[in-house]
């Protein structure tokens, strides 16, 4: 499968953003998908995922609340509905796959959000 991420762009303080993810050359079917994000300078934190053919979710602390993970098996598109942004939430956001039991081994190329104070 690869992945390609957009979405990504400049928002202020507040407001909202929707990520998307797609997918090509197999079905997300027996995959857990996932986004993560790197800050300059920071480590990779992940954020959420959700297992593809349940729809079970799961968050990070630092999200939860404000991010919701989705995915639509139809597009085979996975999106990150982002409100209620920070400045802190500055970073290179990547989506990434694995399947069922393995780990994340195939990443999208990441999209820049910046939000601005």
């Known amino acids: 499968v690869q992945l390609q991420a957009s979405g990504g762009g400049l928002v202020q303080a507040g407001g909202s953003l929707r990520l998307s993810c797609a997918a090509s050359?197999?079905?997300?079917?027996?995959?857990?998908m996932a986004w993560f994000r790197q800050a300059p300078g920071k480590e990779r934190e992940f954020l959420a995922l959700?297992?593809?053919?349940?729809?079970?979710?799961f968050y990070a602390d630092s999200v939860k609340g404000r991010f919701t993970i989705s995915g639509d098996n139809a597009k085979n598109t996975l999106y990150l509905e982002m409100n209620g942004l920070k400045p802190e939430d500055t970073a290179v956001y990547y989506c990434?796959?694995?399947?069922?039991?393995?780990?994340?081994?195939?990443w999208g190329q990441g999209t820049l959000v910046t939000v601005s104070s």
């Open positions: 990434a796959a694995a399947r069922t039991g393995g780990p994340y081994d195939t």
């Open positions: 050359g197999r079905t997300f079917s027996a995959y857990r």
């Open positions: 959700i297992i593809w053919n349940s729809g079970s979710t």
